[in-house]
């Protein structure tokens, strides 16, 4: 504590990543992390630049960055979508929090589950915003009607974490148009994973913003880019906002990278579509075993067994070289969030269930 | 505008970054970027990584570059310094809005000179600060007894930009000592251009909190870095508030580029003095040419003709591809912001004006 920190940051208390041991090599299932590298294609681009040029700042209006974002969504959804329609940052996280303080008054209402990415509360806190926590149903899902018409903003993560579960599109649509006049905030981090986007609703209603990330599906944890999608306006709202924050959050390499990235579809979908098979054989294995696996659609499962109590079996994991996430949280500290690695990590991860159960 | 804005998006009027115009190659001079690359040795650091590690998150708590920063002060200054007192961000204005939000509460007064970074009113505005603009004296220099016993926080630009005048360190000293109570922020963006830091002052004082960059002295414009360097309870507060905002802001390249730039101190002093000597020169003759140029201890000068109006002078270096920065504001309306090039590009410069005039 010192006597210059603000009241905020006094009473704040900050998001806490997943944990990262640095003490022995874990087969990291923890922090969702994607088991492929990025495309070759990246890598050469990286290695293949002018460094020198790392002298001179980047566009800070990201502009080709975004142009490809934009070509790639009118492509795969064969509908028109600008550069100006595509924000974006430095990892989804900077998005959401920019996200908060462009769209948001302080003391506003903004809604979102009981359980869904834990970065929420901590951005409600820090912008001075009145939260209000809709319980998922009993099954962990999100009930729609619940959203229809409420006094505030509306941010769901699709599908949900750490549920892992997924609202259909129709869903979503729904929530949209019975809020015509709030901000409905779609954060699709894991949507690459087998849930329809609400990319298709952003020229459709004009109170639709998606959040994607690099993160996950396309290998790049490592190096921070998140975006967001919407109409023009809302974009260059998040643009006003960036250039009385941060004018270049993203660095030269980001951006070369980022559009390599985009331009390799192939091995997008060829890694993805991998995570998913593995996925499903995990889940398979994992209901021998006796365990409650809700209905994922992300690229991590969520878990529970009726005989060990989660947070034990995390802690004999760990010992067991086998990272994953516990959250000691109410109606979920029986479960388990575990990342969905490759088919080798997940024979590890089921071999040590195996002697642990 | 869009009907979802908030308030405060509204109505803020966004920094300016300098121009960055695609039309046709310039010299440019207008955004006091370095005119030498990075280090050959960061170069072949970026290209030697294994890029395949990008699918994992970097370390949030930054250590090993915090480490190194903290190591490199404590050799220069002969005094330890620690990791926890180094906070690295997504380039110094990243780490600049987060000191505003960490330690300045709405409504208090933050007091800074009427000539200075003009990204500060831009601050004060989006957090609901008070701005309280010193004047400069009428040779553009800082008065310090003028920020004795200040109500309200003090946040100085050493050398100001864009005026270039350096103050000394025994006199940001006694701002300090006669304001015990309230936080001076130290913006050191280019202070290895002949200033002396205020670094030596944080261990010595609880009240200090000294910024700087990699983006002009480091050549790392393009790479966005920037860090905070004060005692281990203010940077701190400064870990809270990046745990509550974005907690990956840095990427796995630029931690380990900003390391290598570290560790090759040879290059760094090496360009620094190869730019001041090529500003004593530049300086030099255009005082030949009749200019007025004040004492500079940055990167940049700042000038002004007798005979030519700024603003003309500008216009038509522009047509002539030499491109230098100028404010159309109050008091500093018939000067020019001209960065320090390569001898070459000042030689071209020179040229030009002597066409011009």
């Given at each position: 504590m010192s006597k210059f920190w603000n009241d905020k940051i006094k009473e704040i208390e900050p998001y806490v990543p997943g944990e990262q041991p640095k003490d022995k090599k874990y087969v990291k299932l923890n922090t969702n992390e994607n088991p492929y590298s990025p495309s070759e294609k990246v890598v050469e681009k990286i290695k293949s630049m002018n460094l020198k040029d790392l002298k001179l700042y980047?566009?800070?209006?990201?502009?080709?960055?975004?142009?490809?974002?934009a070509d790639y969504f009118s492509k795969k959804i064969s509908e028109k979508f600008t550069k100006e329609q595509i924000f974006v940052g430095n990892g989804?996280?900077?998005?959401?929090?920019?996200?908060?303080?462009?769209?948001?008054?302080k003391g506003d209402k903004v809604y979102y589950p009981d359980?869904?990415?834990?970065?929420?509360?901590?951005y409600a806190d820090l912008f001075d915003l009145k939260e209000v926590k809709i319980p998922l149903n009993e099954n962990f899902k999100i009930e729609i009607n619940k959203y229809f018409g409420v006094d505030g903003h509306i941010i769901i993560t699709n599908p949900n974490a750490?549920?892992?579960?997924?609202?259909?599109?129709?869903?979503?649509e729904k929530i949209v148009k019975n809020n015509p006049t709030q901000l409905i905030v779609i954060d699709e981090a894991y949507v690459d994973f087998g849930a329809e986007s609400s990319v298709k609703l952003v020229n459709k209603y004009d109170n639709v913003l998606v959040v994607q990330t690099f993160s996950k599906s396309r290998s790049f944890a490592g190096m921070r880019l998140g975006y967001a999608i919407g109409s023009e306006n809302i974009i260059e709202g998040?643009?006003?906002?960036?250039?009385?924050?941060?004018?270049?959050?993203?660095?030269?390499?980001?951006?070369?990278?980022?559009?390599?990235?985009?331009?390799?579809?192939?091995?997008?979908?060829k890694t993805n579509t991998k995570?998913?098979?593995?996925r499903e054989k995990t889940v398979k294995k994992l209901k021998e075993l006796g365990f409650k696996v809700l209905?994922?659609?992300?690229?991590?499962?969520?878990?529970?067994?009726?005989?060990?109590?989660?947070?034990d079996l995390y802690k004999n994991l760990k010992d067991n070289g086998v990272l994953v996430r516990y959250f000691a949280k109410d109606r979920i500290d029986n479960y388990l969030r575990v990342t969905i690695g490759t088919d080798e990590d997940m024979e590890i991860f089921i071999e040590?269930?195996?002697?642990?159960?």
């Open positions: 980047p566009d800070p209006d990201v502009s080709k960055l975004r142009e490809v974002i989804s996280d900077e998005v959401l929090a920019l996200i908060f303080m462009t769209f948001f008054n359980i869904t990415y834990s970065f929420y509360p901590v750490p549920t892992s579960i997924a609202l259909k599109l129709n869903e979503i998040l643009n006003r906002l960036k250039f009385s924050f941060n004018s270049y959050t993203i660095d030269r390499i980001s951006i070369e990278a980022g559009i390599e990235s985009f331009k390799d579809d192939d091995y997008f979908v995570i998913i098979e593995t209905n994922s659609s992300a690229n991590f499962i969520f878990i529970s067994h009726n005989k060990v109590f989660a947070g040590k269930l195996n002697k642990l159960l």
